[in-house]
């Protein structure tokens, strides 16, 4: 009897041995990553040595968002390349190089968005960040125009508008320290709920309920990501689902109500499906919303498929700008001859009446523009982004990913390797100037991601940006209130800091 169990043992030992060389057994049967070959994988890449004898699976257990955040920096640091992690059954490519983001960004087959991502299907539906294949073909297909150039033009009203009621908030706070963050999301989010949906926030029924209630987007994600007993859909429907629920609900309602009003509105304007784009954009106060009922009345999306992309841009374009104007703000006042040069410019190149503020001036900004760049490198509001393998996939350099691995691109990481960022610590626009771009990798700086998946909302948002940095300068010169190097960063779909951001606005003499 004894003599079958030690035989049994014996035979289970091999066949697991045998098998770790697929799969890394102890971190729960993930799949390893092979190489064209069949060299040893570390010859191309390192593996993260795990805590525990369970690969990478406990690495993070039981680590808070800053020191979650703290604890990808250190692998980078500790890594100084791209790596491997097999945790808890998932294998993880962590991308930190800027040849191997070049790899994934221009990999058509490599377009599906991470498994986290599905953490905002309550809140955001299939929409354009999250949907795939087909589905995400065509709904880029019928979104890319309305993000043309000569439609933002049409936004600079809005913009304009918005950055005035900044600057008169402002006014109340001058000399004192402001927390920029509430201020910020606010102009952020009335600018977004305008362009997008075409309506006021502040002049809507239950706006304020929406301003309150949007950040469930981002909340229920980061909370689910933070702990993996989350991730199984059954856990989170039972323990933790009804709390996000009622201001889902809120921020749902909004949308879908507005969306309903505008699309009678739209119907007595145009009433054939035959509406041209041209005709659309002639519309007064065109919105991002009248190129979806357009399509909807061409047949190509329903209520459902409106609802989803306008809940996607609100959450797209609000907090991702809005972080990154908080660090642009914050760099502006620790770095004041910097600010004097983006002022100085601004007094060449624009008009002092600021009404005729437009495109054409905003693209004359080109230090405004390297200031801003500098920002999004070192603070990148995306810090990672990340790709579902979905089947099996060679890279060229040689690395073969197992069908259901996961891609991970730490964009902040890349962003500060100094093998494309000479002393990347040190904050220097000047490194964005075409003569010293020259020879820099062109996948090394991403902050909007690249390739077919990258932010439609890119040139928007730079456009919105120095739009308010513009008003901002002209009138108020930007004091230090915070130490960057005491910020606390939290890790998570956007970044952010534990402690706040301040500045002081002071009026220019
Ligand atoms: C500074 C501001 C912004 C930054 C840093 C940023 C960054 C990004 C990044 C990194 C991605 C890729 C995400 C991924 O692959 O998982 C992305 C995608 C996207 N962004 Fe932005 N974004 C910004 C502003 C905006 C704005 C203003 C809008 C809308 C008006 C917007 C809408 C989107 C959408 C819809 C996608 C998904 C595109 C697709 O998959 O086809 N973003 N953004």
Known sequence: MWLLIAFLVFVLVL????LNKTYYVLAFFSKRIR??????????LPTLPGNTIFGNTFDTFGLDFVQTFKFFRHNATRMQRSYVTYMGGKTLLNVLDADLAEMVFTNSKLITKGFSYKFLQPALGEGLLMSTDEKW????????????????MKFQEIVKEESIKFVQRMENCKGH?????????????DVICETALGVKLDECLNGDKYRENISVFEESFNKRLQYPHLWLDFVYKTLEE???????????????????????????EFHSDETSEEQLYQKKRYALLDTLL????????????????????????????????????MNLSLYPEMQECCYQEILEQTDSDLSTLDITQLSRLKYLENFLKES????????TIMRTVVEETSLSNGLILPANSYIMVHI???????????????????????????????????????????????????????TLLVHILRNFKILPAVDAETLQFQSGIIIRTKNEVKVKFVERQ
């Open 376 to 383: 999004m490198r070192m603070y990148s509001s995306v810090p």
């Open 242 to 268: 009804y709390k996000y629920l009622p201001a889902l609900k809120i921020v749902h309602d909004f949308s879908s109500d507005v969306i309903k009003k505008k699309r009678q509105q739209f119907a007595q």
């Open 137 to 152: 073909h065509g709904r880029r297909k019928m979104l890319t125009p309305a993000f043309h150039f000569n439609i933002l």
């Open 412 to 466: 902040f990481d890349l962003h500060r390797n100094p093998k494309y960022f000479d002393k990347p610590d040190e904050f220097n626009p000047d490194r964005f100037l075409p003569e010293n771009s020259v020879g820099r990798h062109p996948y090394a700086y991403t902050p909007f991601s690249a390739g077919q998946r990258n932010c439609i909302g890119q040139k928007f948002a730079m456009f919105e940006m120095k």
């Open 177 to 189: 320290e402001v927390a920029l963050d509430k201020h910020v999301q606010k102009f952020t989010l």
């Open 35 to 44: 190489t064209v070959n069949g060299e040893d994988i570390k010859k191309i």
């Open 294 to 329: 357009r399509a909807e009345q061409q047949g190509l999306i329903d209520h459902a498929g409106i609802c989803e992309e306008v809940d996607t841009f609100m959450f797209g374009g609000f907090d991702t700008t809005s972080m990154t104007l908080i660090f642009c703000l």
């Open 15 to 18: 066949s697991l041995f045998h």
